[in-house]
């Protein structure tokens, strides 16, 4: 039942679905189903696809010859154990892709089966299966590599910078950038990628900049050129690219800089407030909260959902937006409904 799901059958007739299209026929629906069950197994015993499609054996030759005739090569293998398989690298038809296409298929993939969307796996397996030998290895690195925070979408970053990045940070080598800054100035620099993190609908790469010595984030849309250097030391044991980049982010000018000491240790406000969102120090038994901001109010509700009292340390223009948000919570409190009076 599993098998016959994972190849597209219909479930209640366990016939082929090309089957329930009246402009294909049956000849030609069993010879797509043989496709189906190629690009779904690595090997298929011929014995069990005629069975599975209600045909011969020699039927079965006959459509591996076929998808042969057609440009797609299916390699038989003779003996126990042997069957018919795609042969990697040829072109499947009625989809086919570019490498660039194909690179960022796989990317969408890769997002999609770290949040567990059902499918994802398999289709990933299907396409890993027909890539040809140039991607391959290169996919293999960006999926072992891509590091996921948060809820990211993919940014118009090349797919061919970014399967580069992964293939410098497996491999330990540095890359020769051309870089485009946020205030639109052009550089040439020479980094040791350490990661690759999709963040806020961006990629970024953490990276020691050769120039300064120092330890950098880079937009890898903004990267504009790159090309594979010398081998470079990896980072410490202990570095993590998505913490580097979340602090990173944390570290963001913005118009309100905020500091709160709170009644509370660091681990209960951390369970109410993510790293995102806020720097914690341990002051005493209680914590000193830093946090950047572009609005106030914004600021005054997440305080108050803390559960813990708080004093403000700064800025003095936070005390205004705390005191509307506390007096319209306590005329929300004292507010009675006229359906509680009603019921009275």
């Known amino acids: 039942m599993d098998d016959l799901a994972t190849i597209g059958v219909d ?14 026929s049956r000849p030609a629906s069993r010879l797509l189903a043989f496709l189906e069950l190629l690009q779904s197994r690595l090997v298929v015993d011929g014995r069990s696809a005629a069975s599975q499609l209600g045909v011969s054996e020699r039927t079965i030759r006959r459509y591996a010859v076929a998808l042969h005739d057609i440009g797609i090569p299916v390699d038989g293998q003779p003996g126990l ?3 018919y398989r795609l042969r990697a690298g040829g072109r499947l038809p009625p989809l086919m892709l570019s490498d660039e296409e ?12 770290r949040r567990g969307l059902s499918g994802a796996q398999g ?16 996919v293999e690195r960006l999926r072992d590599e891509l590091r996921l925070s948060g809820e ?17 940070v497996r491999r330990h080598r540095s890359l020769r950038v051309g870089y485009e800054r946020g205030d639109g100035t052009w550089s040439h620099r020479e980094i040791d990628p350490f990661g ?33 250097g010398a081998p470079v030391a990896p980072p410490e044991p202990s570095f993590d690219p998505v913490a580097h980049v979340v602090q990173m982010l944390a570290r963001l000018p913005y118009v309100w800089e905020v500091e709160v000491l709170v009644d509370a240790t660091v681990e209960s406000v951390a369970a109410r407030i993510p790293p995102t969102l806020a720097e914690l120090e341990a002051d005493g038994i209680g914590t000193r909260l830093f946090m950047r901001a572009d609005s106030l109010d914004w600021v ?45």
């Open 11 to 24: 479930a209640v007739s366990f016939r082929p679905r090309w089957w329930l299209n009246p402009g294909i």
């Open 196 to 228: 690759l993190v999709a963040r806020r609908g961006r990629w970024y790469v953490p990276a020691r900049d050769r120039r300064s010595d120092s330890l950098r984030t880079f937009r890898a849309d903004r990267i504009t050129s790159a090309e594979l």
């Open 300 to 344: 005054a509700g997440v305080l108050a959902g803390l559960g813990a009292d708080f004093r403000v340390v700064g800025p003095d223009e936070l005390r205004e937006p705390l005191q509307r948000l506390a007096a319209r919570l306590s005329s929300a409190s004292a507010t009675v409904s006229p359906r509680a009076v009603a019921d009275e």
């Open 123 to 138: 289709a990933l397996a299907k396409i890993a299966r027909v890539l040809p030998d140039r991607l391959t290895r290169r």
């Open 81 to 83: 154990g042997g069957g």
């Open 102 to 113: 194909a690179a960022a298929t796989v990317f969408g993939l890769v997002l999609a089966e």
């Open 152 to 168: 990211p979408e993919p940014s118009p970053a090349s797919s061919e910078t970014l399967l580069l990045i992964a293939e410098a």
